[in-house]
């Protein structure tokens, strides 16, 4: 009994010792003493004036600091976390008004060396391990970027991460005022000097976040959590601060942070701090709404990033490539195309000229697409874009490598994946050079449809190609068809004026309800790939001669030998009779059944998907393709529909709707 009392005793004594030892004070860090408790790994730095910069505007870029020594969480492993209560000053200021990333984040941390990645994972967490519940990672996020993969709400919120990118409370950054009744928006990116508060009250497992461009704290917190953080913290941890650059990016300050556990951190004054550096670049406060200034300012903004990209050498680190596309200097692109040689031309497809190229440094054979088209949309929604399409990952999908963009209003460049072979077009049609066994067909067919099944339902955006044809699909090496120009659609789309409407495609592709909805939807996708599987098994254009006078429609013709029994007639001469009936047959009856002129009645790629695998047999068709009540006329919708999608034009290409006028 008295053991257990001593032992008790010395336990409350412990904990008194290791609450006093672990009360941080920091009014600037200009100190020297103040600057030798603290780890820089990387980055980061103290500057002359005191201030703290995580980051400065370099992209792609990630800055620590911690306290040097670790703190003791927990009186053992097993027990409950102590309270703690932290405050700090700091202040995000973007390369461009208005356009910057990604954030910062408070954060507790089993190790001082985060082997974390920049962009959107703040230098927390990286592409392994952004959501797993051994990180024992503790972070409150100050984050400007939205990232849809972490389902950030918006690009200007604060948010409470409890060993996961995604978080598990977040709030529009705000602060409340009037004794919490009126609530007021901040932005993070303002550039001023932001306090936050965050308090831990272990003995009701709640967690409280405040922020105030003042020095007094919000009497109501903005984010709130109920939470035990015993399983998140180790018995001791290091505390610090982590933020990161991407595409775009921000110097990340902080000014000054005082942390006490079991206890009220010291209170700081934003004025004794020091002052926040301005911006390097043209800076001015806009409000939002004065849309022409801010288009103006967007401008200039790609201005100067396009003068800094031409100034410096990009490196393709493994990192990057798994956060999305590389940025290629203007200068790299033009080397690895001989100038934009005329003599390296792939192709002209979709958008513009494609040029074969060899990046200088790496040797990596690549095909550079050269968009050139008037842009009115801002850097940020194109990164999106490009963010997006760079993200998405299938050995069926030609997989973007990277972009370039010159100018604000000019040459937009995209760097893709090198594919050997070209495009299936030139196998099928008129007298290929190397004539495709059925075997090789069957292999691309299922390729090409598990590429836009993972298009369609994969990734958490439907992604609908818009302009799936023969000429865009490539062959690697080994004769794998992969889609290409997926998703472009919708990036052209961003810079083409919304009133001049216009449908555009690719006669004998296009789904008949484009031509009244002029919407593309997964269905009319799943058109154009009935008209690509007839196109492949047959050896024939989905539009072509049957002799001079007369026209025909493949997928009519093969409805027609079908009802008569003599389907494997329409079979593409060229393979000689050597092709398996069975699969023959039921790439037919698919083709058929896409080629649905009521987008209801066709199938989705997941059922298309079962029906190549042999899962399910394709239901033997007895209506035909053509609609009974004969509605598919073109309907001149160039006025009124507001929601047109477009999708490449290319040499085979013709525009059908008001593009005639
Ligand atoms: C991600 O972080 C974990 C834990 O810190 C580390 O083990 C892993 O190697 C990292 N992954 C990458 C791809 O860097
Ligand atoms: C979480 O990380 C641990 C250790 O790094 C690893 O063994 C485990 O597979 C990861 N779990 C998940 C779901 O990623």
């Known amino acids: 009994m008295v053991n257990l009392c001593i032992f008790s005793f010395f336990g409350i004594f412990f904990f008194a010792v290791a609450a006093a030892s672990q009360e941080l004070f920091y009014a600037g860090f200009r100190d020297a003493t103040a600057a030798a408790s603290l780890t820089l790994p990387d980055i980061a730095k103290i500057e002359n004036s005191g201030i703290l910069k995580l980051t400065d505007d370099t ?117 409340f005022i009037n004794d919490g009744n009126t609530k007021q ?40 959590l109920n939470v035990d953080l015993s399983p998140i913290l180790h018995e001791f941890m290091f505390i610090g601060f982590s933020a990161s650059t991407g595409v775009l990016s921000s110097s990340h300050y902080v000014l000054g942070w005082s942390f006490s556990m079991n206890g009220p951190a010291q209170t700081l004054n934003i004025d004794s701090l020091p002052s926040v550096p301005g911006p390097k670049k043209t800076y001015s406060h806009l409000a939002i709404g004065i849309s022409i200034l801010i288009v103006l300012i967007v401008i200039t903004g790609i201005f100067f990033t396009l003068y800094k990209i031409t100034k410096k050498i990009d490196i393709i680190e493994a990192w990057e490539l798994e956060i999305g596309p590389h940025r290629y200097s ?92 070209g495009s299936l077009d030139s196998y099928i049609f008129g007298k290929p050079k190397v004539v495709l066994s059925w075997k090789q067909r069957f292999k691309i067919i299922t390729g090409v449809a598990s590429g836009l099944l993972y298009l369609h339902e994969g990734y958490e955006q439907v992604v609908i190609h818009r302009d799936v044809k023969a000429s865009n699909v490539l062959l690697d090496d080994e004769m794998n068809g992969k889609l290409s120009d997926f998703g472009l659609a919708k990036l052209y789309e961003h810079g083409e004026n919304p009133t001049t409407t216009r449908v555009v ?105 079962r029906y190549l695998n042999g899962e399910i047999g394709v239901p033997d068709e007895i209506m035909g393709p053509r609609m009974v009540e004969g509605g598919n006329e073109f309907v001149d919708s160039s006025s009124e529909s507001k929601d047109i999608s477009f999708a490449s034009l290319s040499t085979s290409s013709l525009s059908v709707l008001n593009g005639r006028s």
């Open 185 to 224: 928006h901040i932005n993070l990116r303002s550039g001023i000097p932001i306090q936050a508060w965050i308090d831990y009250d272990a003995s009701v497992n709640f967690l409280t976040v405040a922020i105030s461009p003042f020095s007094t704290k919000p009497k109501k917190p903005i984010l709130s």
């Open 59 to 175: 992209d792609m870029k990630q800055g620590h600091v911690f306290y040097e020594s670790p703190v003791r969480f927990k009186n053992s492993s097993h027990a409950k976390p102590f309270s703690f209560s932290t405050t700090f000053v700091f202040a995000i200021v973007p390369e461009f008004p208005s356009l910057g990333g990604h954030g910062l984040a408070f954060t507790i941390a089993p190790s001082k060396n985060l082997l974390g990645f920049p962009s959107q994972y703040l230098g927390l967490l990286n592409t392994t391990n952004f959501g797993n519940f051994s990180n024992y990672l503790f972070a409150v996020e100050f984050d400007t970027v939205q990232n849809v993969e972490f389902e950030d709400i918006n690009d200007n919120h604060v948010g409470i991460n409890l060993n996961s990118m995604i978080s598990s409370a977040s709030t529009t950054a705000s602060y």
């Open 505 to 609: 495609g690719t006669v004998g592709y296009l789904a008949p309800e484009l031509h009244r909805t002029g919407k593309a939807t997964t269905s009319s996708d799943v058109y154009a790939f009935g008209a690509l599987v007839l196109e492949v098994a047959c050896g024939r254009r989905p539009i072509g001669s049957r002799s001079v006078l007369e026209e025909m429609v493949l997928v009519d013709w093969v409805w027609e030998k079908y009802t008569e029994g003599k389907l494997l007639e329409v079979m593409d001469q060229k393979l000689n009779g050597d092709f398996n009936e069975v699969e023959a047959v039921m790439i037919l009856k698919l083709g058929l059944l896409c080629s649905k002129d009521s987008a209801a009645a066709r199938p989705s790629m997941r059922m298309v998907a």
């Open 330 to 421: 203007y200068k790299e692109l033009e080397q690895a195309t001989k100038q934009f040689s005329n003599r390296e031309v792939l192709g002209r497809g979709g958008f513009g000229k494609v040029y074969r190229g060899t990046i200088p440094n790496s040797k990596t054979q690549v095909a550079v697409k050269r968009i050139s088209h008037e842009s009115k949309q801002g850097l940020r929604e194109f990164i999106s874009e490009i963010t997006i399409i760079g993200r998405l990952r299938h050995r069926n999908l030609v997989q973007l490598l990277g972009w370039c963009r010159r100018r604000a209003d000019e040459d937009l460049l995209l760097v893709y994946e090198f594919m050997e072979n």
